[in-house]
């Protein structure tokens, strides 16, 4: 059934301002195969993928198509050649229905003249592919997995013969799933090529021919995937044991009392899904305590639970000994919670507003700041000049807005801010993403600091950086908390495979960090 | 590259540049017409702005902008679009003019004065929260509520003299009307028309700017305003600080429904008191930038222009063109405010090309056009 190359990539390489998402990658589809493409968030995959589906042009390197070089100028250019791509956010208009929608942008000479022939191809389109779906509902009447079908209906109405599906799994329900692959095995069987864009293992293993890893932006490697096994592939997306040490900081500090304790934490998510589920975790004085994740894996909400920003639905979290469970974020940070939220610009900053009302945001209303309501500017020119300083901020023009000021600086003005307000420990989110490598040094030297006389719980997409700060890390799941290693017991391997949802999970569970009561 | 911060240079010329445009384009259309541009400005000059007598006028119609325009601006602030200042205005009015005729004649006029502008502020700021309170706690788009809301302050308060013999109405005039108000509760003038509501005005505008910019209250507003999310992280409570403005914006606008009957109309006289100065203060506050001290000149400033139309016609320019001209006058200042904020920058697009967006922050405004 295999037979020759279908999509060849060469030493493709595509740059954002200066710094490349992929570097000479290389990539081959065969005709008639699955092949799953992984790699961690920033790996370089939906760069890649929105390559090969016309989205943007490389800056060096080839695609060809069986065997002849190609050079797509548009999603419909490359819709033309056959290459089609279901993005994990659908693109469709809600109001219309699913015939609607596959036509839509179609041109004239390409589609039946009448929504009627267009209706029935496509119900002969889902009976022949078992992609069920009434070709008359409108969108907004479809279930997610429903939707998903009417997009690779479009696909394959526009006769695409190499579909990308991105992540095709995240918005489904196992049930959907099976289905799905159903679907996808009946298209392989007829000749169609499909590449899986995932982060799962256990998906990944189960349906693939072949499975390519892409790491930070290059090859991680290609094999066969009935001749591998997922700690292999887990160790090409996150590197082998032996890269990633433990950075020599200080030697251990003594370990205090607990700042930091969450018991059986559970909260929705935006659509009312559970988006951590019965998280139990505790920091202690003296410790580093890192959370290991691919995104979207519940991090967020227990970032946001923490800091107050969402009520839990159960469980309770105490800061310094304070039950702090549902108490909103000004409690909270007077119980002494220091937070670097993920989002630097909207939510740590005001991106609009200068950088000495930044850096007050959280002390505007106390003396020296202000008194009874009325603001002090040199008190608070002070403490910006101050905290400038020490933090080394810089970039900064008197009134202008903090959006203009880079990354790094944006991230040590946080870090001045938060770590000047009197606190117990320091919950620090994706602290180093995006920065160059001085300031990313400079952010995690001082968060090891804070280790000196507090607590500190940080999360991190980069298994590496987790991996060389923290003196615990734990790995999230769909919501859990499904391992928790020491540092003198840390195994990448292990780590890997929790984080793709496979493996044992809660190995090595260390009870001292998780507080059972 | 967005700009970050203002120079005077920029301040301050791109105004008087606009200013310079504006009048060079208006005169080669005063000339097409058949009139003398020369002639035509300086009647335009004489009738707002030469002399006492002219300053006092365009004072007089600029105080209710002022507060009106004030309204807004506080609002635009927190990014809350008030388009109820009409509603809120008639509310004030309504309000002001019950006190002026329900208390004794014969109460102090300091006394009967501040008691109609707190009834009235009261008024206005309890009308607005009709809209607030939805938005607070159902998100529900002011812009819609607050303009509905104009039309049912509207309906009211001419029913009150149309359509029924209240309170209001003064049953011994022909034509309906509103029960003249007693001495005591008009406003002392300063000159002519110009009466102590310019005081008034320009106390809370310069209030107004304290509050917003030297007060932690007015830190939350500005925090809010560029970044509700970035506020709640910080412990703010949207919900409360969004009644709190529209209550504020309102019970602004109602001041200058307060000023307007009690020193001008001197009665509830429904069609005097709809001459859309209520939206017209949102043209205020978009041109000042929300800023309560811009506020002033540029009431002044629109007023300016007002006042000289009726003069321009006197002396036998068409109706028509003496709109255009300030229409002309009053955008191109406007467009030219504009690029003091905003830069232009040339980008060439690629259909094929489009990467992630740079990171610009909300309020970082970058044009760029396609060529």
């Known amino acids: ?517 | 590259m967005p700009r970050g911060v203002t120079g005077p240079t920029v301040r301050f010329g791109v105004p008087v540049g606009a200013l310079a445009f504006a009048l060079l384009l208006g005169a080669i259309i005063l000339a097409i017409a058949g009139n003398d541009p020369i002639e035509a400005y300086r009647t335009m000059f004489d009738a707002s702005l030469n002399g006492w007598k002219s300053q006092s006028r365009t004072l007089a119609l600029a105080t209710p902008l002022i507060l009106t325009g004030l309204a807004a601006a506080v609002a635009f602030q927190m990014r809350v679009y008030n388009i109820g200042g009409e509603g809120q205005l008639y509310l004030g009015a309504i309000g002001a003019s019950w006190v002026g005729l329900a208390l004794p004649a014969t109460t102090p006029a300091p006394l009967m004065l501040s008691a109609m502008l707190i009834v009235g502020a009261l008024a206005g700021a309890c009308w607005a929260l009709l809209a607030a309170i939805p938005k607070a706690f159902f998100n529900a788009d002011e812009i819609i509520t607050t303009l509905m809301l104009n039309f049912i302050a509207l309906s009211v308060m001419n029913w009150l003299i149309f359509g029924s013999r209240s309170f209001w109405r003064d049953p011994r005039r022909p034509v309906p009307g509103g029960k003249r108000l007693p001495e005591n509760a008009v406003m002392p003038s300063i000159s002519g028309r110009l009466h102590i509501g310019i005081i008034i005005a320009i106390v809370a505008a310069v209030f107004l700017w304290w509050l917003l910019r030297k007060t932690s209250w007015g830190f939350q507003i500005r925090t809010i305003g560029d970044s509700p999310r970035a506020a709640s992280y910080a412990g703010m409570s949207v919900r409360v600080k969004t009644m709190a403005v529209l209550a504020l914006s309102g019970a602004l606008a109602a001041i200058a429904g307060v000023s307007e009957v009690s020193g001008v109309t001197k009665g509830l006289e429904p069609i005097a008191l709809t001459t859309n100065i209520g939206f017209t203060g949102i043209i205020v506050a978009v041109v000042a930038r929300s800023n309560p001290l811009g506020v002033v000149p540029v009431s002044i400033f629109l007023a300016a222009i007002a006042t000289s139309g009726s003069r321009l016609q006197s002396i036998g320019i068409n109706v028509e063109v003496v709109l255009l001209l300030q229409g002309l006058i009053f955008l191109t200042v406007t467009a030219g405010e504009f690029f003091v904020t905003n830069s232009l920058s040339l980008a060439r697009t690629d259909a094929a090309e489009t990467g992630p967006p740079p990171a610009t922050g909300n309020g970082a405004t970058e044009i760029e056009a396609a060529v």
């Open chain 1, 1 to 517: 059934m295999i037979e020759a190359t279908h999509l060849e990539v060469r030493n493709l390489t595509k740059s954002f301002y200066g710094v490349p998402a992929i570097d000479s990658v290389n990539f081959d589809l065969r005709r008639g195969e699955i092949h799953g493409l992984l790699g961690e968030n920033g790996a370089g995959k939906s760069t890649l993928c929105s390559v090969l589906s016309g989205l943007y042009r490389p800056d060096s390197g080839t695609v060809s198509l069986g065997g002849t070089p190609v050079h797509f100028r548009s999603p419909l250019d490359a819709s033309n050649h056959g290459v089609g791509m279901v993005y994990q956010h659908f693109r469709l208009v809600e109001s219309f229905t699913v015939a609607q929608n596959i036509v839509l942008g179609m041109h004239k000479k390409q589609r039946p003249r009448t929504i009627r022939q267009v209706e029935s191809m496509v119900a002969d389109l889902a009976e022949e592919f078992g992609l069920h779906v009434d070709p008359t509902a409108s969108i907004w009447q479809l279930s997610v997995g429903e939707q998903q079908r009417v997009e690779i209906l479009k696909q394959l109405f526009r006769g695409a013969e190499i579909l990308i599906l991105d992540e095709p799994t995240a918005v489904l329900a196992a049930q959907e799933t099976d289905r799905l692959f159903e679907a996808v095995s009946t298209m392989v069987a007829k000749g169609h090529s499909v590449v899986l864009v995932s982060h799962k293992m256990a998906e990944t293993m189960e349906y693939t021919d072949r499975i390519t890893v892409l790491r930070r932006g290059v090859n991680g490697g290609s094999v066969t995937t009935a001749d591998t096994t997922p700690a292999e592939v887990a160790r090409m997306m996150f590197g082998d044991s032996k890269a990633a040490e433990r950075t020599n900081y200080d030697a251990a500090v003594e370990v205090g009392d607990p700042v930091l304790s969450l018991t059986g934490v559970s909260v929705e998510g935006d659509h009312g899904l559970m988006a951590v589920d019965d998280a139990t975790l505790m920091v202690r004085r003296g410790q580093v305590v890192g959370v290991a994740g691919v995104a979207g894996n519940g991090q967020r909400e227990l970032q946001e639970v923490i800091a107050g920003l969402r009520t839990p639905t159960s469980g309770t979290i105490e800061i310094a000994g304070t039950n702090c469970t549902g108490a909103g974020p000004k409690k909270t940070a007077q119980a002494g919670l220091a937070y670097v939220p993920e989002d630097r610009l909207g939510v740590g900053l005001a991106p609009g507003l200068p950088l000495e009302h930044n850096i007050v945001l959280k002390s505007y209303d106390r003396s020296p700041h202000s008194r009874r309501g009325v603001l002090s500017d040199s008190e608070i020119e002070k403490t910006m000049n101050r905290l400038i300083d020490s933090f080394d901020v810089r970039g900064n023009r008197r009134g202008m807005r903090v959006s203009l000021m880079s990354g790094g600086n944006l991230q040590k003005a946080i870090l001045a801010r938060e770590l000047n307000e009197d606190h117990q420990v320091l919950l620090a989110a994706a602290p180093t993403r995006g920065l160059d490598m001085a300031a990313a040094e400079a952010v995690r030297s001082h968060i090891i600091d804070e280790r000196a006389t507090r607590g500190v719980l940080v999360f991190s997409e980069d298994l590496d950086e987790i991996v060389k700060m923290s003196d615990v890390v734990l790995v999230m799941f769909k919501g859990r908390i499904v391992g928790s290693f020491t540092s003198d017991e840390l195994d990448l391997d292990q780590i890997g495979l929790l984080m793709t949802g496979s493996g044992t999970p809660d190995t090595a569970t260390d009870t001292s960090t998780r507080a059972r009561s």
